[in-house]
């Protein structure tokens, strides 16, 4: 029974133990960061201006498109070698009529291409500009991006520049959000792309493999395109990390530009970032399973299959499942071995409180423009009540004190029950501030929405959000619920730096 | 499908050589700046620990 009793303790300590492992995985990554300046592919760069097709999918956005036209044409490239293709996905808007407007107004480089039959996604329209573009050899490269973006003018010669060696297959950018003054979702979001593009992608770089391509900035050479079969995969909701994934497969280099910057409007809501997510977490677990073969299987010609790719990969899309075992482990352990569960906890919140300052300081720090818009957000990512947890981590005597001073403010006497009361409540928050936040999703569309949408994500985090919304494309892929695509809105309320 | 044509990109003026090799000179300073901020960061996270354990164990 003794031996029993053991063993169980050491698999639920080898469990919170694992819950460390994707904070493990998100330092070594920002670190990789640091080493970027070694990796730099501008040695084989050079000034160079392809003929480039810029490829736009349309479905009723006339709010923005108008304006994402006027803004390519003053891009710093040399107009005859620039062509913009608008695929009009069957838009019931005024879409054609805007599009039209900029045929006649820029003559020979936008074309208007109109579907008659639209709503099967984003991937099939793109597949009907692309039958097009192709059809002829005017294009040497093409750059496919989203309705909304907004590129700044010296962003698509900075992207093109990589294709001149020609052992590179695709580049990307680095795209900001770009809504002003925006509001706690546009700056959580911000921020995240801080750490989840300028840094993440820098780190994949470093490694020598891109996990995805951002869509709405996907430069590709015609030879890439032309390999991996001419069009995209409309079999996922993630076209473009499948793209990305075939690019690499075939031994073309993926680039990330961090310095071409672009700009989206982001979603402004729970439920709008809902949506949008959830595409993007059953996309990868779809391209997760589509891949299987290429996970922790080293190739010759590309680096997807390495250990330290599939470890950034599986710790992301695992995360809500490392955070479920972890807390339930710390609480079974609660029960059964106060003083483990204890050691076991101050181990993950030890890595927790490194992961927090390392990785907030250095995201901040990688891009200052940003952070300066963002930073209050960035600081309570994890919700307020793990950023409590962790400040009571750094700083145990101060926290004690306030804990005692406010339960005498209370007029509650600080018993044994209470102290002990509480640590379990910190292990059951571990994976409850997923649920909490998930709250601000139900609360958005209700009364008081407006108030107690934004204060659950405050309270639960947005971290543990993104979590849910991961949790969430779990069982919406185990029911194979269809897989529709759900267009994010736009309203062109983006103010772009010029 | 038609192939792509054996010499793409087209002419390139000085003035754009120019511009390059300035943007890419900006390029490399950020990201060796990029280095120097992630080692301030490390020292940060030091710092906090170090204070962490003598004053609290």
């Keep these: ?498 | 499908m038609s192939g792509p044509e054996p010499a793409a990109g087209g002419p390139v003026t000085a003035e754009q050589v120019q511009v390059f090799e300035d943007e890419v000179r900006d390029a490399v300073r950020y990201e060796r700046g990029l280095a120097i901020k992630c080692v301030a960061c490390l020292l940060l996270v030091a710092v906090v620990l170090a204070f962490r354990v003598y004053f609290f164990g």
């Excluded at chain 1, 670190?31 to 084989?44: E, P, Q, W």
Aim: glycine residues 8%; charged residues 15%; aromatic residues 12%.
């Design chain 1, 1 to 498: 029974m003794t031996d029993f009793l053991l063993a169980i303790k050491s698999l639920l300590v080898a469990f919170v133990i694992l819950g460390a492992l994707p904070l493990l995985v998100a330092n070594y990554q920002f670190l990789l960061v640091g080493l970027h300046f070694r990796r730099l592919h501008y040695a084989k760069c050079r000034a160079y201006f392809p003929r480039t097709a810029i490829l736009i999918p349309a479905w009723n956005e006339a709010a923005v498109i108008g304006t994402s036209i006027d803004r390519l044409m003053l891009l710093d490239y040399p107009r005859e070698r620039l062509r913009i293709y608008v695929v009009d996905d069957a838009s019931t808007d005024d879409t054609p009529q805007v599009v039209l407007a900029r045929v006649a107004q820029y003559p020979g480089n936008v074309v208007h291409l109109r579907r008659h039959k639209g709503g099967e996604g984003k991937a099939a329209t793109l597949n009907h500009g692309l039958a097009e573009i192709l059809s002829d050899g005017w294009m040497q490269a093409i750059l496919i991006m989203d309705s909304d973006v907004i590129y700044e003018p010296s962003s698509l010669r900075r992207m093109t520049r990589h294709l001149a060696d020609p052992e590179v297959g695709s580049v990307t950018a680095y795209i900001k959000e770009g809504s002003r003054p925006g509001n706690y979702m546009t700056r959580f979001i911000g921020y995240e792309y801080i750490t989840a593009q300028a840094a993440a992608r820098r780190s994949q770089e470093v490694l020598g493999v891109i996990a995805c391509l951002a869509g709405g900035a996907q430069l590709h050479s015609r030879a890439n395109i032309e390999a991996i079969g001419g069009q995209v995969d409309t079999a996922t909701l993630a076209e473009d990390t499948v793209t990305t994934f075939e690019t690499q497969k075939g031994g073309r280099k993926v680039i990330f530009e961090p310095h071409a910057t672009v700009w989206a409007e982001e979603p402004g809501s729970i439920v709008a970032l809902w949506k949008q997510r959830l595409r993007w977490a059953r996309g990868n677990v779809q391209v997760t399973r589509r891949f299987r073969s290429v996970w922790f299987r080293p190739q010759p010609n590309n680096r997807l299959g390495s250990i330290s790719f599939g470890l950034l990969w599986f710790c992301l899309l695992l995360l809500p499942v490392f955070m479920v075992l972890a807390s339930a482990s710390l609480v079974i352990l609660f029960f059964i071995d106060y003083q483990l569960a204890w050691t076991a906890f101050h181990v993950l919140w030890l890595t927790n409180v490194i992961t927090y300052i390392f990785i907030t300081s250095f995201a901040l720090a990688i891009d200052p423009g940003v952070g300066r818009h963002t930073w209050k957000e960035a600081l309570i990512f994890p919700g307020v009540i793990n950023v409590i947890i962790l400040l009571a981590a750094i700083l145990p005597g101060p926290a004690a004190w306030v804990g005692h001073e406010l339960a005498d403010a209370a007029g509650v006497g600080v018993t044994y029950g209470w102290v002990r009361g509480i640590e379990l409540f910190t292990y059951i928050w571990l994976s409850a501030c997923m649920g909490v936040a998930f709250l601000g999703k139900v609360a958005e569309s209700r009364k008081l929405g407006r108030f107690l949408g934004p204060l659950f994500v405050y309270i639960g985090g947005y971290g543990p959000l993104l979590c849910a919304i991961t949790t969430a494309a779990y069982i919406k892929e185990l029911r194979h619920a269809e897989a529709i695509w759900d267009k994010t809105e736009k309203t062109g309320k983006m103010v772009v730096p010029t």
